[in-house]
């Protein structure tokens, strides 16, 4: 058997965590056993399923590097396959035609609030004549569903889970309006494009027993199910905004690297033993569904930013600049050139040492592109100059003017030979060279920087060092 995965969204809203991180357990469990991965748009709801909304959720995907196999599908498209299907179970007497009003089905439900009973509709068009329907009323369809036994959902993940037929009542297949509801549109679908493993949130694990019985009723092979625990805050209650559960491209925004962000992802609720950082190709090769846990996973910023940085100090330094130059040229205010480029370029592998995002990455960085304004905007930089600081600065920086090749082993020779000379240690000298150099008193090392700057600009930023 060929395995077809599917992630099918609803685009209501943005591609949240728990959303990408069920695409990305789809897609590698379909790479992993060589089969396809594909992409549905469960976008029936045509009020709230809007262009941006879809959008958003293909962006976040491709972001992910998730990628699909053969074109997205839209549910939508597909209406008059549903509907035929429908028409398909009223022929052979599985189905029939509800006229049920609204307030008949609110007073059920009251009813059976009431009475301590979960509110579910009582069957009562189930059997009776069609003749008796009400004028004007529109019925739907319902599907007649066992009413005895049980159905059994063979789970991947939460193992067998056995539903008495009688908590099951006879779901709607297609609403009065003539238009399929999510339930059989989503059976259909799966069918249709061949789905043989549905991988998605334990949410979903009472839809799948109606589900279940729909495909039995029409004679199709029901797919195999896993159903993934949910993901929640560090303090175990439901992810909310607050925790991390916001659009994946406000993790773009944040600074996340795609590959830190699958990564992350993967750990919530898989594991190979004790690897924390496991690589695309690794996770294809490692992952199957038994590693996955039946408790809710719980999101961790702390554990992310760590993973990023890891991420970051292994990244392409070519890569990283292109990610951080539209960062440094909205907060320059300013193009910028090949030039900056190639000076972002020399220093990027002291710069990505220290940081755990693009965007640190890029305020870090803003020092080679700008230099420093005074008064110092960083007050343990502009504490670094005051008193004698400013003038072993320029006292240095005048025995610099005296190399001939600007390396940074020359340069620290100078400032070693000038702190012995004073009777000082290395660091009484080196930090306010920093503060002059770069404004602040956090950065690589200044020997680096100086040779990444070059003789010209080193030494202007040096010469215009004072004490505020």
Same mark, same amino acid.
């Given at each position: 058997?060929?395995?077809?995965?599917?992630?099918?969204?609803? @685009?209501?809203g943005?591609?949240?965590?728990?959303?990408?991180?069920?695409?990305?357990?789809?897609?590698?469990?379909?790479?992993?056993?060589?089969?396809?991965?594909?992409?549905?748009?469960?976008?029936?709801?045509?009020?709230?399923?809007? *262009?941006?909304?879809?959008?958003?959720?293909?962006?976040? +995907?491709?972001? =992910?590097?998730?990628?699909w196999?053969?074109?997205?599908?839209?549910?939508?498209a597909?209406?008059?396959?549903?509907?035929?299907?429908?028409?398909?179970?009223?022929?052979?007497? +599985?189905?029939?035609?509800?006229?049920?009003t *609204?307030? $008949?089905?609110?007073?059920?439900? &009251? /009813?059976?609030?009431? &009475?301590?009973?979960?509110?579910?509709?009582?069957?009562?068009?189930?059997?009776?004549?069609?003749?008796?329907?009400?004028?004007?009323? /529109?019925?739907?369809?319902?599907?007649?569903?066992?009413?005895?036994?049980?159905t059994?959902?063979?789970?991947?993940?939460?193992?067998?889970?056995?539903?008495?037929?009688?908590?099951?009542?006879?779901?709607?297949?297609?609403?009065?309006?003539?238009?399929?509801?999510?339930?059989?549109?989503?059976?259909?679908?799966?069918?249709?494009?061949?789905? !043989?493993?549905?991988?998605?949130?334990?949410?979903?694990? !009472?839809? %799948?027993?109606?589900?279940?019985? =729909?495909?039995?009723?029409?004679?199709?092979?029901?797919?195999?199910?896993?159903?993934?625990?949910?993901?929640?805050? *560090?303090?175990?209650?439901?992810?909310?905004?607050?925790?991390?559960?916001?659009?994946?491209?406000?993790?773009?925004?944040?600074?996340?690297?795609?590959?830190?962000?699958?990564?992350?992802?993967?750990? +919530?609720?898989?594991?190979?033993?004790?690897?924390?950082?496991?690589?695309t190709?690794?996770?294809?090769?490692?992952?199957?569904?038994?590693?996955?846990?039946?408790? @809710?996973?719980?999101?961790?910023?702390?554990?992310?930013?760590?993973?990023?940085?890891?991420?970051?100090?292994?990244?392409?330094?070519?890569?990283?600049?292109?990610?951080?130059?539209?960062?440094?040229? $909205? !907060?320059?205010?300013?193009?910028?050139?090949?030039?900056?480029?190639?000076?972002?370029?020399?220093?990027?592998?002291?710069?990505?040492?220290?940081?755990? !995002?693009?965007?640190?990455?890029?305020?870090?960085?803003?020092?080679y592109?700008?230099? *420093?304004?005074?008064?110092?905007?960083?007050?343990? %930089?502009?504490?670094?100059?005051?008193?004698?600081?400013?003038?072993?600065?320029?006292?240095?920086?005048?025995?610099?003017?005296?190399?001939?090749?600007?390396?940074?082993?020359a340069?620290?020779?100078?400032?070693?030979?000038y702190? &012995?000379?004073?009777?000082?240690?290395?660091?009484?000298?080196?930090? #306010? +060279?920093?503060?002059?150099?770069?404004?602040?008193?956090?950065? #690589?090392?200044?020997?680096?920087?100086?040779?990444?700057?070059?003789? $010209?600009?080193?030494?202007?930023?040096?010469?215009?060092?004072?004490?505020?």
């Amino acid at each position: 058997m060929s395995v077809v995965t599917r992630f099918a969204p609803s @685009p209501t809203g943005f591609l949240h965590i728990g959303g990408a991180r069920t695409a990305l357990f789809n897609w590698l469990f379909a790479r992993h056993h060589g089969g396809r991965y594909l992409l549905r748009v469960e976008d029936t709801d045509r009020e709230r399923s809007t *262009p941006e909304a879809i959008q958003a959720i293909l962006d976040g +995907l491709r972001w =992910l590097e998730l990628d699909w196999d053969g074109d997205e599908i839209y549910q939508s498209a597909n209406q008059a396959r549903h509907a035929a299907i429908v028409a398909e179970l009223l022929d052979k007497g +599985l189905a029939y035609r509800c006229y049920t009003t *609204p307030e $008949e089905l609110a007073e059920m439900r &009251e /009813k059976a609030r009431a &009475e301590g009973r979960p509110p579910r509709y009582d069957g009562r068009w189930r059997d009776r004549d069609p003749s008796e329907a009400p004028a004007g009323v /529109k019925p739907a369809i319902r599907l007649k569903a066992p009413q005895e036994g049980e159905t059994v959902i063979r789970d991947l993940v939460q193992g067998d889970v056995r539903i008495a037929n009688e908590q099951l009542d006879d779901m709607v297949l297609m609403r009065g309006d003539g238009t399929p509801t999510y339930m059989h549109s989503v059976v259909v679908d799966d069918h249709d494009m061949g789905v !043989t493993h549905i991988i998605r949130g334990v949410d979903h694990l !009472t839809n %799948a027993a109606r589900q279940t019985v =729909l495909y039995q009723a029409l004679g199709w092979d029901v797919p195999e199910f896993a159903h993934v625990p949910l993901i929640h805050g *560090p303090d175990g209650a439901k992810l909310s905004k607050r925790h991390g559960a916001l659009g994946v491209e406000a993790y773009r925004d944040m600074g996340y690297l795609p590959e830190a962000m699958r990564n992350y992802l993967l750990r +919530l609720g898989w594991a190979h033993g004790d690897e924390e950082i496991i690589g695309t190709e690794q996770a294809i090769e490692w992952f199957s569904l038994e590693s996955i846990g039946r408790s @809710p996973a719980r999101f961790d910023f702390a554990k992310l930013e760590n993973l990023n940085g890891h991420y970051i100090r292994e990244a392409d330094d070519v890569r990283l600049v292109a990610l951080i130059l539209p960062r440094l040229a $909205e !907060t320059l205010h300013r193009d910028l050139d090949e030039d900056c480029r190639d000076i972002l370029l020399a220093g990027m592998n002291g710069l990505k040492q220290r940081a755990k !995002t693009l965007v640190e990455l890029s305020d870090n960085a803003v020092f080679y592109l700008q230099a *420093p304004t005074y008064p110092l905007k960083v007050e343990k %930089a502009a504490k670094l100059l005051a008193g004698d600081g400013a003038t072993m600065v320029l006292e240095v920086a005048h025995k610099f003017g005296e190399l001939d090749k600007w390396e940074a082993g020359a340069l620290e020779d100078i400032v070693r030979a000038y702190a &012995e000379s004073k009777g000082l240690g290395l660091g009484k000298i080196a930090q #306010p +060279l920093r503060a002059a150099l770069t404004g602040s008193n956090i950065s #690589p090392g200044i020997f680096e920087i100086m040779e990444v700057l070059g003789r $010209e600009e080193s030494l202007a930023r040096l010469s215009a060092a004072r004490a505020d």
